[in-house]
């Protein structure tokens, strides 16, 4: 694939290889620090202007480039009328769980004129992560990358691109007030109302009205090389990428480095990156790169609209670009292919550490209900209120303690520790025509206790109540290993003779497959609290979250900080 590239390209990497090797085996970890204000600001999209939220006026938020082994301090000035965290997502958090920042899990948000800062050290992590709001859903506006960086003396594990163009961040676009909409839907137990437009680099593209002037361009010369980091930042939709007639090599997804990967088509969950190299091989000329929903439930509404950057060849005279041939919305065996195909790189720099035993097997059904509302009628389906669950336990967030303070200091009745290892009741849970007996969960707020160091494997298995649907689930403060994935539902005898324990993908989202099931090990040598969900915020909404609570090590590198004296207060 890369004997196109041209030889000056070559020549410049060469040197530049050198220099920058000379000055990385001088240089030492760094401290970096930032200020975050978080503000309203008007932007026009669509039209239309209107008042979002910001961090720093910028939309995207500011790209954050650092080194593995940095340390960041960035002090978060909530200057915007509503409460706000900033969630670093796929950072470990190694023992500084207080930095996590999703709302009520870890902290208590950052009250309208509050000030809170994260501190935390980015070790054993390189690659495409990025930043985002956990509070409602101010994540539709306050994003941002964070690229990590090799440390000091080491290079990528892969073919050295020419370039490295800024950060490819998928969103999605509201023609009114988001927080607005999510608090309607809550409200009237309806779905919120879809969104009005995709964007890439808060950019919708030449296919919606008043946008053509602004669309996001890439310039590239022929011959040469460019690293794509691709961010899906979408709030409710996971999405099918494209680069008209490219094909793009994958070389890490979430932060973790895999085998060389030729596709024409990438789909990212809400949460997931991946990085691939893009040769610019083809005639000279303009090319679209494009998004678009992947859309698996059924007679659910979503935003059928495509955004669309262009890919701009030096010395291009052309006006129209070509366009690329992106899948159906419902196309889950193109997104299939996609996931299945991902393996770890499995380097002696970069290893495999998949665990082959297991200390907690749980299984855990992961999908969508309805709840009776009393008195009156709601929004959702037959009357009732819309919900989502995690082993039938509707997760409820706390309000006057997070679970990490109730957890450190011991705090009764925030939450309690019985959320199951398997579901209440074991029904067909791919079925079409599942009993409205299990459609209504229990709300609650369970977590689960992980011993510290102990090996676990989760069985995700989705269920068809309400609807079925692929949901990206996410884990706070670990990478896990994709080990399998199958359709229909899961046999403890077949499947696991199936399971990839030699190079299976490391991630930290997982897409679990519409009537289907996905199986992720990890081991919990993390002390703190993490939440794990789906990362379509309207199912976050519902409750289709729960958490773990890791307990400490034997030694103090092996225990949770202390918290930090200006952790914000309920």
């Known amino acids: 694939m890369f004997q196109n590239m041209s030889t000056s390209c070559l020549a410049r990497f060469f040197l530049l290889f050198l220099v920058v090797n000379f000055w990385f085996t001088t240089a030492l970890a760094d401290i970096r620090s930032y200020t975050f204000v978080i503000r309203a600001q008007p932007v026009t999209r669509l039209c239309q202007t209107q008042n979002i939220i910001t961090v720093n006026g910028q939309f995207p938020g500011p ?68 930043w985002h709001a956990h509070s409602s859903w101010l994540r539709a506006t306050v994003y941002g990358a964070l690229i990590i960086n090799p440390k000091p003396g080491t290079t990528y594990p892969f073919p050295q691109p020419c370039h490295e163009t800024e950060p490819i961040i998928l969103g999605e676009w509201w023609n009114s007030n988001p927080i607005d909409v999510v608090n309607q839907a809550t409200r009237t137990g309806a779905p919120p109302n879809i969104s009005d437009a995709f964007t890439i680099n808060a950019q919708p593209g030449d296919l919606y009205p008043c946008s053509s002037s602004d669309t996001y361009r890439l310039s590239v010369k022929a011959g040469e090389s460019y690293l794509l980091r691709i961010i899906n930042a979408a709030l409710n939709a996971e999405l099918f990428f494209r680069v008209a007639d490219h094909v793009l090599l994958v070389v890490a997804v979430d932060a973790s480095y895999t085998k060389l990967l030729h596709t024409g088509v990438v789909m990212l969950g ?79 720099d970069h290893p495999v550490n998949v665990p082959f035993n297991v200390d907690e097997n749980l299984f855990i059904t992961v999908g969508l209900g309805l709840l009776d509302c009393p008195g009156q009628p709601c929004g959702g389906p037959n009357g009732k209120r819309s919900t989502a669950s995690m082993n039938n336990i509707s997760f409820t ?3 006057t303690f997070s679970l990490l303070q109730a957890h450190y200091f011991g705090i009764p009745g925030v939450f309690t520790k019985d959320f199951p290892d398997n579901p209440p009741v074991q029904f067909d849970y791919t079925a079409q025509n599942v009993s409205t007996a299990l459609w209504s969960p229990v709300q609650g707020t369970k977590i689960k206790v992980l011993k510290y160091n102990s090996a676990v494997q989760i069985i995700l298995q989705g269920t068809s109540i309400v609807t079925a649907e692929n949901h990206p689930v996410h884990l706070h ?45 990890f081991v ?4 703190g609290v993490w939440l794990m969900h789906c990362h379509l915020d309207v199912h976050i909404t519902w409750g289709l979250a729960m958490a773990f609570a890791v307990e400490n090590g034997p030694h103090s590198l092996a225990r949770l900080e202390a918290p930090p004296l200006d952790l914000p207060l309920c």
């Open 270 to 348: 809400p949460g997931q990156t991946t990085d691939v190299l893009l040769i610019a091989n083809k005639p000279v000329g303009k090319y679209y790169m494009a998004a678009r929903a992947y859309a698996t439930a059924q007679g659910v509404a979503f935003d059928n609209t495509t955004t669309t950057a262009i890919l701009d060849y030096e010395g291009s005279s052309s006006s129209t670009p070509v366009s690329p041939n992106l899948p159906n919305y419902n196309d889950t065996a193109t997104a299939t292919q996609f996931t299945t195909g991902l393996r770890s790189l499995g380097s002696p």
């Open 524 to 527: 919990a040598n993390n002390p």
């Open 477 to 521: 403060g670990y990478d896990f290993y994709i080990v399998g994935e199958g359709f229909g539902n899961f046999d403890p005898q077949r499947d696991p003779l199936t399971f990839n324990l030699i190079d299976p993908p490391q991630r930290n989202t997982v897409g679990v497959p519409v009537n289907g099931w996905s199986a992720i090990r």
């Open 63 to 130: 790209t954050l480039n650092v080194t593995s082994g940095d340390t960041l301090i960035v002090e978060v000035l909530n200057y915007a009328r509503y409460n706000v965290t900033i969630h670093w997502h796929g950072v470990f958090q190694m023992r500084t769980a207080w930095a996590d920042g999703p709302e009520f899990i870890t902290q208590c948000p950052i009250r309208p004129g509050g000030s809170y800062t994260y501190r935390f050290t980015l070790e054993g992590q390189e690659g495409t992560l990025w």
């Open 397 to 399: 967030f706390p309000r």
